[in-house]
C-alpha cells in the first residue's frame, strides 16, 4: 500500500530533490476550456483557479528539482471539435498535460483523442486530467488509461441528492430540466430512475432538455416549472445556463426547492439571493468555503483577495487543487515528466488534501473518490459568496467510502 501524502509534504519531496537532481526544462499543462462564448463565465474563472495553482507549486520550489510548470489557455468555446483543434495545437507546442472539465461532451472527444494519438505516437504520450467533466461513461465503457478524472460523477451525485430528498415528505411533484448533451441525459437518467426507487411516490411532472449555452431568456421554461405545480426541480445545469435559469426563476417568483449540481458557478449565488429562496437551493460538491478547514480556508481567502474582482467570485474547485497538489507528488515520486511513468504513479495514488482528508485514485478505471458535502445556500453562515450575504451550509457529508460505485471499465494498461 502506498503511503498517504499531505497537501504540503509534496513541497518537502521537491525541496529534497533539489540536492540531487538538476534542473530541468519547464513541464507545461494545457487548459482547454471555454474562454469564449457561453461558458466563459466558469472558463475564465478555471483558468485562474489553474494560474493560482501553479503559482504556488513554484513559490514552494516547483517539481523535479526546481524546474517550473507552466500553464497555457487554449479556448475550445465549449465544443467538442474546437477541442481536438486545441489538444493537437497544445500538443504541437509540446505540451503532454492537458487538463478539462467544463462540458462532458468536450471531455469525450479528448479522452477518445488522446487514447488514439498515444496509440499512434508510442514514446510521446500525452496525459488528460479532467477536473469536473462527470458523464459517467468517462470512467464506465469509454473510460481511458490515459484519463483521470478528479470530480464525482453523475451517478454518485445524484444518489447524494436523491438520498437526502428521499426523506423530504413535502416533495410531491418533481420537474427535471437540464442541458441536451451528454452530461444534461445522464442527469436526468439517473433522476428517473433514483427517484423511482427511493420515491415512487413522488410524481415526475416534467421533464425536458434544452440547448446547451444558446438559451439566453429562461422565462417560458420557467413558466412550465410554474404551470406544473413542481415543488422541486433537479438540474445540472452549469456556467450560464443555471444563473440565468435561476433569474428567470427570481424574475417569475417562482417557489419551489432547488435540487442542483451546480448552483455556486458564476452569477449562481447572485442569482438565488434574487429568488429569496433561503436554504432551499441545494447543491452536492467536494467542498465550500463554509467547510471549517483552516488551510482550505486561508488559502481559498487569499485566492479571493487576489482574484476575486468586482463581483467577489472565490475558489470553486477543490478538485482542481487535488488534481494539480497529486500531479506534482506524481511528477516527484516519478522523477521524470513522462506521461506514462507519471501515470504509473497517480492510478492509484493515496493522498491526503488541504482539508486534511484523504482521497484515493481508483486504479481500475482512474476515478478519485472523495468526501462530498450536499449544501443549501442562504443565510446565517460566516463566508458568503458574490457579495449577497448569503453562503453556503452543509446539510450532510457523504464519506468518501460511501461514494465508491462499480465501474464497467476494462482498463487496458500500456506496456
Not at 12 to 26: I, K, N, P, R
Not at 208 to 233: R, T
Not at 241 to 267: E, R
Request: aromatic share 10%; net charge positive; with cysteine.
Amino acid at each position: 500500500m502506498k503511503p498517504v501524502l499531505s497537501a504540503t509534504r509534496w513541497a518537502l519531496v521537491a525541496a529534497l530533490a533539489m540536492a540531487s537532481w538538476g534542473v530541468q526544462a519547464q513541464v507545461k499543462i494545457a487548459y482547454i476550456d471555454p474562454l469564449s462564448g457561453g461558458g466563459a463565465s466558469v472558463g475564465e474563472h478555471g483558468w485562474k483557479h489553474l494560474q493560482y495553482l501553479v503559482e504556488g507549486i513554484n513559490a514552494k520550489g516547483g517539481v523535479l528539482g526546481g524546474q517550473k510548470l507552466e500553464a497555457v489557455p487554449f479556448d475550445n468555446k465549449g465544443s467538442p471539435q474546437e477541442s481536438l483543434v486545441q489538444a493537437q495545437k497544445a500538443i504541437d507546442a509540446g505540451v503532454r498535460f492537458l487538463t478539462q472539465g467544463n462540458g462532458s461532451g468536450a471531455a469525450i472527444a479528448i479522452s477518445e483523442f488522446v487514447a488514439k494519438y498515444n496509440q499512434r505516437n508510442p514514446g510521446k504520450e500525452v496525459l488528460y486530467f479532467n477536473y469536473a467533466a462527470v458523464d459517467p461513461v468517462l470512467t464506465n465503457d469509454k473510460c481511458s488509461y490515459w484519463h483521470f478524472r478528479w470530480d464525482a460523477n453523475a451517478d454518485i451525485k445524484m444518489a447524494a441528492l436523491t438520498n437526502f430528498m428521499k426523506d423530504q415528505k413535502a416533495i410531491k411533484k418533481v420537474y427535471i430540466i437540464g442541458q441536451d448533451y451528454s452530461f444534461g441525459q445522464s442527469v436526468r437518467t439517473a433522476a428517473q430512475a433514483m427517484l423511482k426507487a427511493k420515491r415512487p411516490d413522488v410524481q415526475i411532472v416534467g421533464d425536458e432538455l434544452h440547448p446547451l449555452l444558446k438559451i439566453n431568456d429562461f422565462s417560458p421554461y420557467i413558466a412550465k416549472i410554474k404551470a406544473s405545480g413542481a415543488d422541486s426541480v433537479i438540474t445540472g445545469n452549469w456556467g450560464n445556463d443555471m444563473s440565468l435559469l435561476l433569474k428567470a426563476a427570481a424574475d417569475a417568483g417562482l417557489q419551489v426547492n432547488w435540487y442542483t449540481y451546480y448552483a455556486g458557478g458564476a452569477g449562481g449565488p447572485t442569482a438565488i439571493k434574487q429568488t429569496g429562496l433561503d436554504h432551499r437551493v441545494y447543491q452536492i460538491t467536494e467542498w465550500h468555503t463554509n467547510v471549517p478547514a483552516p488551510e482550505m480556508e486561508a488559502f481559498a481567502d487569499a485566492f479571493l483577495k487576489k482574484h476575486g474582482g468586482a463581483s467577489q467570485q472565490g475558489w470553486w474547485y477543490l478538485r482542481m487543487k487535488n488534481q494539480m497538489d497529486m500531479f506534482a507528488l506524481a511528477l516527484n515520486t516519478a522523477k521524470s515528466a513522462e506521461p506514462k511513468k507519471v501515470a504509473a504513479v497517480l492510478k492509484d495514488m493515496k493522498f491526503k488534501n488541504s482539508l486534511g482528508t484523504e482521497v484515493f485514485m481508483r486504479a481500475s478505471d482512474h476515478s478519485l473518490f472523495q468526501d462530498m458535502y450536499l449544501s443549501s445556500f442562504g443565510s446565517g453562515t460566516k463566508h458568503d459568496e458574490e457579495k449577497t450575504g448569503w453562503g453556503w451550509k452543509t446539510i450532510a457529508l457523504i464519506k468518501a467510502q460511501d461514494t465508491v460505485i462499480p465501474t464497467t471499465c476494462k482498463m487496458v494498461e500500456p506496456s
